[in-house]
């Protein structure tokens, strides 16, 4: 690990704040991925499963020819050795890689993370902040990942006695920035916090194709009316959701079967420390909200979902017909 020795209060636009009040922040270290990652999961589950249907087809016909031999058996074991492996997916997707939540209490002076067995609660004042580097190898190559490492260090001994990862990604939007709003609200005054984007934990699909990760950022933000809306945007909008409708057809189902974040009996409901703020409360000045998908882009959206269906379920059919022909 490195000391982060430098960060800085600045508008921050990642998400991971899940709510806030004068006296607490609850943060997630990681959200953008998440559920994308438990789509493309999902997506493999369902290619799985129609291999599975390709090797009963094949089963089925080898059988008539002559009888069920040695190759026959080969590939009814080849397909049911898919059995487990589909379980395992589909409970990755249902119970595992859930957020864990972390709270600055700036009224105790403690940060705690809500994990999976229980929760870890370290005192502010001895910890340190610290960057891992951490190289995760995918189908598309290796890559870097920043991790925020939050330690308590012993102030005699300087050994590490507990650790917490509060941000994944890169070094300044995970380090720097992270560990400057950390620490602004844990030891400033809030007028001192910059801006910063709430965590929007119930969207509707339409927010949710918003916000994927298939969906290209530029994209994005018009749908959600941040940014002007034009033609050529409609029209991109409509190849981006009809070239990655799979994926993001996994992700929203992903999304629903999937469980929510720890500790939620005694957190949540989430946003109800920001939305027992008073109107003129300085942080709800300072915070931004996904807003609703535009008109434009919802009338988009619908089409080439529409189209969407209709294409795949062709292409799906295609080579459906050709590998059973």
Same mark, same amino acid.
């Given at each position: 690990m490195y000391p982060l020795l430098h960060w800085r209060v600045e508008d921050v636009d990642a998400e991971f704040v899940m709510d806030i009040n004068d006296e607490e922040l609850v943060v997630a270290?990681?959200?953008?991925?998440?559920?994308?990652?438990?789509?493309?999961?999902?997506?493999?589950?369902?290619?799985?499963l129609l291999m599975d249907l390709f090797f009963i087809h094949l089963l089925i016909e080898m059988t008539s020819w002559g009888g069920f031999g040695v190759v026959e058996f080969f590939v009814a074991a080849?397909?049911?050795?898919?059995?487990?492996?589909?379980?395992?997916m589909f409970r990755s997707v249902r119970y595992r890689g859930r957020i864990e939540p972390?709270?600055?209490?700036?009224?105790?002076?403690?940060?705690?993370?809500?994990?999976?067995?229980?929760?870890r609660t370290i005192d502010w004042n001895r910890v340190k902040p610290f960057i891992r580097i951490v190289r995760v190898v995918g189908a598309a190559g290796g890559a870097q990942v920043q991790l925020l490492v939050l330690a308590d260090v012993d102030e005699v001994s300087g050994r590490v006695k507990a650790e917490i990862v509060a941000g994944r990604g890169g070094l300044i939007t995970a380090g720097a920035l992270r560990y400057g709003f950390f620490k602004t609200f844990m030891d400033g005054t809030l007028e001192e916090l910059p801006r910063f984007r709430?965590?929007?934990?119930?969207?509707?699909?339409?927010?949710?194709?918003?916000?994927?990760?298939?969906?290209?950022p530029a994209l994005r933000w018009r749908w959600l009316g941040e940014r002007r809306w034009s033609p050529w945007v409609g029209l991109a909008s409509f190849f981006n959701t009809l070239? /990655?409708?799979?994926?993001?057809? =996994?992700?929203?189902?992903?999304?629903?079967?999937?469980?929510?974040? #720890?500790?939620?009996? +005694?957190?949540?409901?989430?946003?109800?420390?920001?939305?027992?703020?008073?109107?003129? /409360?300085?942080?709800?000045?300072? =915070?931004?909200?996904?807003?609703?998908?535009?008109?434009?882009?919802? #009338?988009?959206?619908? +089409?080439?979902?529409a189209i969407g269906c209709v294409f795949w379920l062709v292409v799906l059919v295609f080579?459906?017909?050709?590998?059973t022909s």
């Open positions: 270290s990681d959200v953008t991925l998440l559920s994308g990652g438990k789509g493309g999961v999902l997506w493999m589950m369902c290619v799985v080849v397909g049911l050795s898919s059995i487990p492996l589909c379980i395992w972390i709270v600055f209490n700036s009224v105790l002076g403690t940060v705690s993370h809500y994990g999976e067995d229980r929760v709430l965590i929007s934990v119930n969207l509707d699909w339409m927010q949710r194709m918003a916000i994927s990760v298939w969906t290209v070239a /990655a409708f799979p994926l993001l057809m =996994a992700e929203l189902i992903a999304s629903r079967i999937s469980l929510g974040p #720890r500790g939620e009996s +005694s957190l949540g409901p989430w946003h109800k420390r920001f939305d027992a703020l008073a109107p003129d /409360a300085v942080l709800r000045e300072r =915070a931004r909200h996904h807003g609703d998908v535009v008109v434009e882009a919802k #009338r988009c959206l619908l +089409s080439s979902v080579f459906g017909v050709v590998l």
